[in-house]
């Protein structure tokens, strides 16, 4: 990996600290000894949906609150998200339920009302190298999730984050999601060596989301705990009172029971 380029010593590498580095919310540490479990739907999409969800997936063991209302769908003719409307929902049920919350900012102009009612800001894929948002971003003092291109290198998704870290923002997480590959069975590829590879490299948390990384509900399980063993500080799961429902990515959305499941094993794996 070179980057004597862009600079002698970027940001993102351990060198700058003398540990890892932790994003510390009220109801959760990422990158604490404990992993972060981030759940939601992929879309905010009814009060009523929002308000379950945070009821449930809190006594399920979730932390963190996801949910979208600025959606960068594929297509502009499918649903775009609530808008303010949605963070609003959300703010009130996550408040409710004691969560802490993200939700994406797809532009640099929407952070004062993005940061105005969640917790922690996404970077979706497609804006990964977006770099004003990213330096709107780094000037600002909101936590980052920041994900992975579908296209990108380690070094391109590292450099993207010196970009929040080098305005001031050190308060920056990295989220696996899968990469583009020659597969087609699956949604993407999701790239768990990479994900032990960058923990020997960096001091930055990093996240790992199996439902846009495989797109296939039967698989989020599994991934799940092996992103874990990977040495994943946590996960982000789109998780759907009516999965089969859910107005956006309905094939990867799984039930609450699903997901119960999947803190039970964990809990039970590390216990014995
Ligand atoms: C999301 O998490 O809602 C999302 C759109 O993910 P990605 O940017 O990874 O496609
Ligand atoms: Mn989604």
């Known amino acids: 990996m070179t980057t004597s380029e862009h600079s002698p010593s970027p940001l993102w590498q351990k060198q700058h600290t003398s540990h890892n580095s932790t994003i510390d919310l009220s109801f959760t540490c990422i990158g604490g000894t404990a992993p972060t479990w981030i759940a939601g739907p992929c879309t905010i999409e009814s009060q009523e949906q929002i308000m379950l969800s945070a009821k449930t997936l809190k006594s399920l063991g979730a932390t963190l609150l996801r949910g979208g209302a600025f959606k960068p769908r594929t297509s502009p003719y499918t649903f775009q998200g609530h808008g303010e409307k949605a963070l609003v ?101 999701l790239d768990l060596a990479g994900v032990a590879y960058l923990k020997t490299i960096t001091h930055l948390p990093i996240l790992v989301d199996p439902s846009h990384g495989t797109g296939l509900r039967q698989l989020i399980a599994p991934m799940t705990h092996a992103a874990l063993a990977a040495g994943a500080d946590g996960t982000m799961i789109e998780v759907h009172p009516q999965p089969e429902q859910s107005v956006s990515d309905a094939e990867q959305a799984i039930h609450f029971s699903d997901y119960a499941s999947i803190i039970d094993h964990y809990k039970k794996t590390i216990c014995t």
């Open 89 to 189: 929902w959300m703010q009130e049920a996550a408040s409710r339920h004691s969560l802490n919350t993200i939700s994406e900012v797809m532009s640099a102009e929407d952070i004062p009302l993005l940061s105005h009612y969640v917790d922690v800001l996404q970077v979706g894929a497609r804006n990964m190298q977006n770099t004003h948002l990213l330096k709107a971003l780094g000037k600002q003092h909101k936590p980052v999730l920041l994900k992975r291109g579908p296209c990108a290198t380690y070094h391109e998704w590292l450099m993207a984050a010196d970009y929040i870290l080098h305005g001031g923002n050190t308060q920056v997480c990295l989220c696996e999601r899968g990469i583009r590959t020659f597969e087609s069975a699956t949604r993407n590829t």
